[in-house]
T-cell receptor, first 110, second 115 residues
Framework: QKEVEQDPGPLSVPEGAIVSLNCTYS??????FMWYRQYSRKGPELLMY????GNKEDGRFTAQVDKSSKYISLFIRDSQPSDSATYLC??????????FGDGTTLTVKP | EPEVTQTPSHQVTQMGQEVILRCVPI?????FYWYRQILGQKVEFLVS????????KSEIFDDQFSVERPDGSNFTLKIRSTKLEDSAMYFC?????????????FGDGTRLSIL
């Protein structure tokens, strides 16, 4: 079983839709949960960062962590074509070494 | 906003040759990392570095790999004798103290092509 599972998609939505991206994990020691956005041939760009459980909102982005279910989510409201990218979830025990999911490729169509 | 910078952006090397990938982490960060991403695959941890020594390494990081912080600003990854399977994007990352508000920031990577 992979430590971090993420559906690779691809996911295609119309502009303005609400996007839901998810990851599950098996290691209960993970305490730090990150979402990165990656454009082709670029490095991961940090979007959201959550410590332990709970919700965090930043503009159109909301990250949720449910440690009891070992499940994290990223919601994107009012999606734009510029949101088209690969979204990576990543997790860490101590803000050190991060374990990544496979990434979900998102296309937002105008 | 401060950023992690990596050079070169693309490195082409013959199999068996040594290669050094360079990174300048964010200036007040203390923890440094290398990750790699083989084309079409996920980002994988290679090594973390703190206080001038390796703090953790993965099974990928074998004796062919080494890291160094030769001065106060640079952080390097050396592959001593490259193999075809070393072809990948290599990302450097850094963060501050291990606090909840200090996530890792990544550079744009070096694309390493082994011929």
């Amino acid at each position: 079983q992979k430590e971090v599972e993420q559906d690779p998609g691809p996911l295609s939505v119309p502009e303005g839709a609400i996007v839901s991206l998810n990851c599950t994990y098996s290691n209960s020691a993970f305490q730090y949960f990150m979402w990165y956005r990656q454009y082709s041939r670029k490095g991961p760009e940090l979007l959201m960062y959550t410590y332990s459980s709970g919700n965090k909102e930043d503009g159109r982005f909301t990250a949720q962590v449910d440690k009891s279910s070992k499940y994290i989510s990223l919601f994107i409201r009012d999606s734009q074509p510029s949101d088209s990218a690969t979204y990576l979830c990543a997790m860490s025990k101590d803000a050190g070494k991060s374990t990544f999911g496979d990434g979900t490729t998102l296309t937002v169509k105008p | 906003e401060p950023e992690v910078t990596q050079t070169p952006s693309h490195q082409v090397t013959q199999m068996g040759q040594e290669v050094i990938l360079r990174c300048v982490p964010i200036s007040n960060h203390l923890y440094f990392y290398w990750y790699r991403q083989i084309l079409g695959q996920k980002v994988e941890f290679l090594v973390s570095f703190y206080n001038n020594e390796i703090s953790e390494k993965s099974e990928i990081f074998d004796d062919q790999f080494s890291v160094e912080r030769p001065d106060g600003s640079n952080f390097t990854l050396k592959i001593r004798s490259t193999k075809l399977e070393d072809s990948a994007m290599y990302f450097c990352a850094s963060n501050g103290q291990g606090l909840p508000d200090q996530p890792q920031h990544f550079g744009d990577g070096t694309r390493l092509s082994i011929l």
